[in-house]
């Protein structure tokens, strides 16, 4: 990727920030982060806290973001018994 990348109005690619990687508009802050960071248990307001550079705005697009790129995603090699297993 040699060009800014725009995904959503809160949600960017640049190759000169974060060696490319998805950061919200605006910041250095890495999707990832945030999404990790909510994944295992921080609050929307304990992320802001954490980040004072984004905005509620900013994760729930990164969520939307997340919902979106994983929605109708098939694990060709489970099971159909794994695949009830993960939908429990």
Same mark, same amino acid.
């Given at each position: 990727? #040699?060009?800014?990348?725009?995904? #959503?109005?809160?949600? $960017?690619?640049?190759?000169?920030?974060?060696?490319?990687?998805?950061?919200? #508009?605006?910041?250095? $802050?890495?999707?990832?982060?945030?999404? /990790?960071?909510?994944?295992?248990? /921080?609050?929307?307001? /304990?992320?802001? /806290?954490?980040?004072?550079?984004?905005?509620?705005?900013?994760?729930?697009?990164?969520?939307?973001?997340?919902?979106? %790129?994983?929605?109708?995603?098939?694990?060709?090699?489970?099971?159909?018994?794994?695949? %009830?297993?993960?939908?429990?």
């Amino acid at each position: 990727m #040699n060009k800014r990348a725009v995904i #959503n109005k809160y949600i $960017v690619a640049d190759p000169k920030i974060c060696g490319g990687k998805l950061t919200f #508009n605006g910041t250095r $802050v890495m999707v990832w982060q945030v999404l /990790e960071a909510m994944a295992h248990g /921080e609050t929307i307001d /304990e992320i802001l /806290e954490d980040w004072p550079s984004i905005t509620e705005k900013h994760v729930r697009a990164a969520l939307d973001y997340a919902a979106r %790129r994983t929605g109708g995603e098939l694990i060709s090699s489970l099971t159909s018994a794994h695949r %009830r297993e993960i939908l429990v």
